[in-house]
């Protein structure tokens, strides 16, 4: 939706317009946050890139200028690891953006209606949201113990068993579930805002029309909510890329489940690399990650815009 | 309604003010008092720090104690925030720290301090990296063979295992007395959902293995003379895998936490585990008959006396908080022979000199048992120091996604992309273990 010559004009900004503002004023307002962003983005960003070419381990006395060394061991001693981390973290994106999703929304449409105890289950559904992700992995171990836990004894009814966490096929899984579960809530929020922004006059004209109800949620429903998918996606994919506390918690990385995030923690948790090469990783990570975000980002700003 | 809320409020406010007004006063020292915040991995340990906390504070009314302790699942993280925000002088240590450069470079040299005395050779070693001493070892531990007095008796074992094959018969008994194996029953139980634990197996594994056929064989895999493709290395872990048969099912979903609990109310045979799990026992259930014996993982009866050990813990002061003073006058309280040996009683963890004696008679059984050789735990040597590759692979091992060939390859394999990562560790690992060698 392209904004004409004159929408251009009255939207921009400009000190003329308010006579009233002093600039100078202004911009000392944006100081505390220009400052807060250089300390803490611009300055450890650049000191990130820095540090990619040293062997910097907590010394800078004793730190070496290393050329390009840090950025090609990924390709030599550590490549086998990294790419099954980062393989880890697609099958992990996979079994939970999507789902996500779904449950999202189902709920959303659930406490979008009118029925008694809809605000007990806009509660209970948001609740898991409030609890720390410490008090999550112990419920799930908990949850999912190999003998005393309520799926263990419901499997053992069948005479089957599982070590739930501790089995390599089925552990990312289980946390793909755990994560589902506690963060559908956060993003039905969300869509249930976008429900409540729309207008009932379209669904009562869809009804005149003979639209039945999954016609109306495909044709009316679901595009009016693309913004809300726009973002709740957004937070899915940057969520699930940077994913590792669920994993460090439950099963600390083991049994299929370290992802590329989690590795990046494991290493700098035990100094097992040096921290340069550490930072390189990170700087490999940070360009696929802004290569995913930008490549999304375009696709449904475009979509949007044709909406 | 509203005045009687207002006045309400008023009177906590000013009980608030009057409470936090109010002066903690020591033995009638009312002088000024310095906080000395403690973090520690021993959540196990609390009884006896409470203990110790009081003890000292009597003795040193110008000190705080603000003792802490998280599990070690949780330990290194924050730690690790801790020593960055400053807000730690005392944290407890291993001689594993020393592979990392973070911890390292914030500890302060402990050679000046009057403790050392008397103190244990291999535990002098493990305490010093370079020409200093930067841990106050408060425990020695073992890898050792828990096991049920009773399941052992109702199955009709009425001698302990010596050799490799009596073990696996021990096992196999074990399995036909308890109907098979379930999650809730086992001739052996493991908790793996940490992972970690299995590193106990192993060494305990190991020692009457690599050790027992060569006691050198760790200097030989720093010199390069042997790696970790050596044949020693796949009957490790053709045994360990052996062993893992007869964990309890799930064993690797089970949290370690719960295991010496599960293990004291008497449905599982064994447990091997390190020694620090005694106290766990004995607080689950008191009643319960616990024997111990060491691992015959060797065919030749006579070469299964190598029991493994290491320095289990200590503590380590903060260089450069400006309270080192004070942290070292808590590292020489707690080293004191007394204190040590109420440490020794309370906590059941083994003693870092003959000062002190094991009074439990079950620890006495691993700590300092004369037909035993001790052998250093694999773990305190060069290889655990690298990031975690041994574990994952036997991991993989016991859940059945590698073989054991491949394990042992894989485990190679990455032995040599890290060797040159760890090439200044292993150096003064050399030179402290091998001193007349360099």
């Known amino acids: 939706m ?94 939970t953006i999507l789902p996500l999703q779904i449950l999202a929304v189902s709920a959303a449409l ?68 755990v994560t589902l579960w506690s963060g559908f809530g956060f993003h039905m929020t969300i869509y249930l805002a976008g429900l409540q922004g729309i207008s009932r006059e379209y669904y009562e004209a869809a009804e005149i029309d003979g639209a039945n109800g999954w016609n109306r949620f495909v044709y009316i429903t679901v595009p009016l909510l693309r913004q809300s998918v726009t973002i709740c996606l957004w937070m899915a994919i940057s969520g699930t890329l940077g994913m590792s506390d669920m994993v460090l918690l439950i099963t600390s990385g083991n049994y299929n489940t370290k992802t590329f995030a989690f590795f990046l923690y494991d290493i700098t948790i035990k100094g097992s690399m ?34 | 309604m509203k005045k009687i809320v207002t006045l309400l409020i008023c009177c906590l406010t000013c009980f608030s003010l009057l409470l936090t007004s109010c002066k903690k006063e020591k033995n009638g020292y009312d002088g000024p008092v310095t906080e000395l915040k403690v973090l520690n991995f021993r959540v196990e340990d609390k009884d006896f720090y409470k203990w110790f906390e009081k003890e000292f504070e009597k003795e040193n009314p110008d000190i705080d104690i603000i003792y802490e302790s998280v599990d070690t699942t949780n330990y290194s993280t924050l730690l690790q925030s801790r020593l960055t925000a400053g807000e730690v002088d005392v944290f407890g240590s291993q001689p594993t720290f020393f592979t990392s450069e973070t911890y390292t470079s914030r500890m302060e040299d402990l050679s000046d301090l009057d403790i050392w005395d008397g103190m244990y050779d291999f535990v002098l070693k493990e305490c010093t990296s370079g020409e200093n001493k930067y841990i106050a070892p408060t425990n020695v531990v073992n890898g050792v063979v828990f096991y049920n007095k009773k399941l052992f008796a109702d199955a009709g074992i009425t001698s302990l295992p010596t050799t490799w094959n009596e073990f696996v018969q021990v096992c196999e008994t074990l399995k036909t007395h308890l109907g098979g194996i379930s999650a809730d029953k086992a001739p052996i139980i493991n908790g793996l959902l940490d992972s970690w634990p299995i590193n106990i197996l192993v060494d305990t594994v190991e020692a009457n293995i690599v050790r027992a056929e ?110 080192e003073a004070n942290s070292k006058r808590f590292i020489e309280f707690h080293m004191r022979d007394d204190v040590m040996q109420k440490y020794s009683d309370m906590c059941k963890m083994g003693p870092v000199k003959d000062a002190i004696h094991s009074t439990d008679p079950l620890a006495k059984e691993f700590y300092s048992n004369s037909a035993y050789t001790y052998v250093t735990l694999a773990e305190n040597s060069f290889v655990r120091g690298m990031p975690g590759y041994l574990t994952t692979e036997v991991v993989n091992l016991i859940t059945g996604r590698t073989s054991v060939d491949d394990a042992v390859s894989n485990i190679a394999k990455t032995h040599n992309n890290y060797s040159t990562v760890w090439a200044a560790y292993v150096a003064d690992w050399i030179r402290l273990n091998y001193p007349d060698r360099v």
């Open chain 2, 214 to 323: 060569n006691p050198d064989w760790f200097y030989d895999l720093a010199t390069g003379e042997t790696d970790m493709s050596d044949p020693l290395v796949t009957e490790v872990m053709t045994k360990v895998k052996k062993i893992s048969e007869y964990f309890e099912t799930g064993a690797t979903g089970m949290q370690y936490s719960l295991v010496s609990g599960r293990f004291a109310t008497g449905k599982y045979g064994m447990m091997i585990d390190g020694s620090w799990q005694l106290s766990q026992i004995r607080a689950a259930e008191p009643d319960f008959e616990v024997g111990t014996f060491i691992l015959p993982t060797n065919n030749v009866a006579a070469k299964n006396v190598n029991m493994c050990y290491k320095t289990g813990g200590g503590f380590s002061v903060v260089k450069g908080t400006g309270n």
């Open chain 1, 2 to 95: 392209a904004l004409s010559g004159e929408d251009k004009k009255r939207r921009k900004f400009s000190f003329r317009t308010y006579p009233s503002v002093n600039p100078w004023l202004a911009f000392l307002g944006t100081v505390p946050v220009l400052v807060s962003i250089i300390v803490f983005g611009v300055l450890p960003a650049s000191l990130t890139i820095v540090m990619s070419f040293t062997d910097y381990d907590g010394n800078w006395a004793t730190a070496d200028f290393v050329g390009l060394k840090n950025y090609f061991n990924f390709f030599t001693v550590l490549k086998t690891d990294v790419f099954s981390y980062l393989w880890t973290t697609l099958k992990y994106a996979l079994f």
């Open chain 1, 274 to 307: 040096n921290a340069g090469q550490i930072a390189t990783l990170n700087l490999y990570y940070f360009v696929l990650t802004t290569t995913i975000m930008l490549t999304y980002n375009h696709f449904f700003r475009k979509k949007e815009v044709e909406l």
């Open chain 1, 110 to 177: 659930l406490v979008n209606k009118n029925f008694f105890g809809r605000s007990f289950f806009r509660s209970l559904f948001f609740m898991p949201n409030i609890l720390g992700s410490t008090v999550i992995a112990l419920v799930w171990k908990m949850m999912f113990d190999p003998i005393s836990g309520p799926f263990a004894q419901m499997l053992a009814s069948f005479g089957k068993n599982s070590a739930f966490f501790g089995d390599p096929d089925i552990s990312l899984w289980l946390i793909s579930i």
